[in-house]
């Protein structure tokens, strides 16, 4: 939520993004807040103020500091794990299937980050990622297979993912699930 809020807070409407449409008189600030209601959804909002509040003054330290060891530890893991022989790691994408459009957003937020668990990591050690759908559930809805490649070697990594389609059958055209 850091590095999102970080990241997301050039979408302003002054420099880059959408921007909302002003009232005579506005202000900056009311641009700045009618810009980003209309420019990012709940989720995206919320992971925002979380990053925002983690990056605050008080809790800087607390969180911010703590969590960048930790992502040192994580990269240094996979780092060990390439270092070993090992070309690409298999992983599920999510701990669960899919849910359905607008199931999960406002009723439990929770769920909604748990569900990045798998690709976060991947995220923070700066490695190459790929997610293939591998089927769907019992009610319908995505399954999916997560592919994590070595720094700097996203070819292989998409020669990987295809072949690993292309064997198992996922190139199947999915059916409309939304």
Do not use: C
Not at 168 to 178: I, L, S, T, V
């Amino acid at each position: 939520p850091a590095e999102a809020s970080s990241n997301l807070a050039r979408y302003d409407g002054v420099r880059y993004g959408h921007r909302a449409k002003m009232d005579h008189g506005d202000g900056i600030t009311e641009m700045y807040e009618k810009t980003r209601a209309e420019g990012f959804g709940h989720e995206v909002q919320r992971r925002v103020m979380v990053g925002t509040y983690v990056l605050s003054a008080g809790f800087y330290d607390a969180y911010y500091n703590r969590a960048r060891k930790v992502r040192t530890l994580i990269k240094k893991d996979f780092e060990d794990v390439f270092a070993s022989g090992v070309d690409t790691i298999l992983t599920p994408a999510t701990p669960s299937a899919a849910f359905g459009l607008n199931e999960m957003a406002e009723t439990d937020p929770v769920a909604m980050y748990l569900n990045d668990i798998f690709t976060v990591t991947v995220n923070l050690a700066g490695l190459p990622g790929i997610a293939l759908p591998t089927g769907t559930s019992a009610q319908g809805l995505p399954l999916g297979l997560q592919l994590i490649g070595r720094p700097w070697e996203e070819a292989e990594l998409l020669s990987t993912a295809y072949a690993l389609e292309r064997s198992a059958g996922f190139m199947a055209k999915a059916e409309k699930w939304w």
